[in-house]
């Protein structure tokens, strides 16, 4: 069954601690995107990445890191710099890496910081 | 950056009711989509329509690039219909490497 999977579904962390979010692809796209989505907005670009080993900054990349080791695979890590952490965050992916062409979602992870 | 509006913000109708949903932009694109959020936060692609006109079923969408605006047609609402549409452009560009940039949305809600 080809899509992008993200884990966890909820994820509750403690001030000051890092946590990773992962989100997995097996549609062989080269393009992988983080968004982040708080409550009554669109989403926001955190970081993409068009090629493994290799990424970029969108808007909003203060207080988050990204690898991308594999082609399916592009991790987010939420750092303690993150200044307000809780929001629902969601992985997308696209086929191309140049122009970049129609992006698919996964179901999001929800942060709460408590 | 490019700028993208949704209108309206809010829409109430009535099962069986048809609606239009719009979306302006403020510069050329070389992709849009259209979104519908459903009330678990997932992003259901609707269309990926740059220009032009295209159907699914009950949808249809049209973009005219050259005026800078999409609209999003939903007709005989169901309840199943409700949720946040959302409209995403790239602005258009000989290098690639654009972002894709998100409207606000549009909530729709249909009434039994």
């Known amino acids: 069954d080809g899509g992008i999977t993200q884990s966890p579904k909820y994820l509750f962390r403690k001030e000051g601690q890092n946590v990773t979010l992962s989100c997995e692809q097996n549609?062989?796209?080269?393009?992988m995107y983080w968004y982040r989505q708080d409550p009554g907005q669109g989403l926001r670009l955190i970081y993409y990445s068009q090629i493994v080993n290799d990424f970029q900054k969108g808007d909003i990349a203060e207080g988050y890191s990204v690898s991308r080791e594999k082609k399916e695979s592009f991790p987010l890590t939420v750092t303690s710099a993150q200044k307000n952490p809780t929001a629902f965050y969601l992985c997308?992916?696209?086929?191309?890496?140049?122009?970049?062409?129609?992006?698919?979602f996964g179901p999001g992870t929800r942060l709460t910081v408590l | 950056g490019i700028q993208v509006e949704q209108s309206p913000p809010d829409l109430i109708l009535q099962e069986g009711a048809n609606s239009t949903l719009r979306c302006n932009f403020s510069?050329?694109?070389?992709?849009l989509q259209w979104f519908h959020q459903n009330p678990w936060g997932q992003l259901i692609n609707l269309f990926y329509i740059p220009s032009g006109t295209k159907q699914n079923g009950r949808l249809s969408a049209t973009t005219v690039a050259t005026e800078r605006y999409s609209l999003l047609y939903i007709s005989s609402s169901q309840t199943t219909d409700s949720g946040v549409y959302f409209c995403?452009?790239?602005?258009?560009?000989?290098?690639?490497?654009?972002?894709?940039?998100f409207g606000t949305g549009t909530r729709l809600t249909i009434i039994p």
């Open positions: 549609l062989n796209h080269d393009a």
């Open positions: 510069d050329s694109v070389n992709n």
């Open positions: 997308a992916s696209s086929l191309t890496s140049v122009l970049q062409g129609e992006q698919f």
């Open positions: 995403a452009v790239e602005r258009g560009s000989n290098f690639g490497n654009e972002k894709l940039t």
